[in-house]
């Protein structure tokens, strides 16, 4: 698996990164807004709780137990009326970890459908993922949050297609007005990268997003 994710050409990553960039170009056209992506949701002041793992991945965030502040968006990617199917997004920085970035979105739970986005209602049960894997210590690792409570959540991790291992708890505490640009790809988390097809694969789309709110190139923001 590692070498498979490692081997994708990088032809093959700009096509996507050409079809996402038109996806989101057209949703822009279609419903202007400042936000073409992520148009409608919440931000919060939160706490996230790790428990660590037995089963370590190399990556001491995931493997080391500990307690940070976070600011966490809550959000529908597309915009959808209310009560309708949509791409449920979840966005945690964490300012402790070098203002790292994780990006989540509703996806399968499965060993292939947890790399296929899915619309939910944001009332039902849904597993969220970063759908695209990190590169970690020991090949591809992705990461998830599985809702167990009004605010709160559990989050989870995998290598590749395997196991989802359940690693710290993610609370919402208050309410703020207060919205980061989120960046996964220019603000990983420590102990992880992006595979560069990855990297290829996601920024058309978020420069493409950056130019319909009038911002400027700098970085991939989303």
Not at 16 to 43: C, F, S
Not at 146 to 162: K, N
Not at 165 to 178: C, G, K, N, P
Not at 182 to 207: C, H, I, K, M, S
């Amino acid at each position: 698996m590692s070498r498979l994710l490692s081997a994708v050409p990088g032809l093959a990553a700009r096509a996507g990164g050409a079809v996402l960039e038109g996806a989101t170009h057209a949703l822009a056209l279609v419903r202007r807004a400042p936000k073409p992506l992520h148009p409608r949701g919440t931000v919060w002041e939160a706490e996230l709780i790790r428990t660590g793992s037995l089963l370590p991945t190399g990556v001491p965030w995931l493997d080391e137990p500990g307690t940070e502040r976070a600011i966490v968006r809550v959000s529908a990617a597309i915009g959808l009326p209310h009560g309708w199917p949509d791409l449920q997004g979840l966005a945690i920085r964490l300012p402790e970890q070098d203002d790292a970035d994780v990006l989540l979105a509703s996806t399968g739970m499965g060993p292939l459908t947890r790399f296929l986005l899915r619309p939910v209602k944001s009332s039902g049960w849904h597993l969220s993922t970063t759908l695209l894997p990190y590169k970690g210590p020991e090949g591809p690792l992705l990461l998830a949050a599985a809702p167990t409570g009004e605010g709160q959540w559990v989050l989870l991790r995998a290598e590749g297609q395997g196991a989802w291992v359940a690693f710290a708890v993610l609370r919402l505490l208050s309410e703020t007005d207060v919205e980061p640009s989120f960046d996964p790809v220019l603000r990983p988390l420590p102990g992880l990268t992006n595979y560069d097809w990855v990297a290829r694969l996601r920024a058309p789309a978020y420069r493409e997003a950056r130019e319909e709110r009038g911002e400027g190139p700098a970085s991939a923001e989303a």
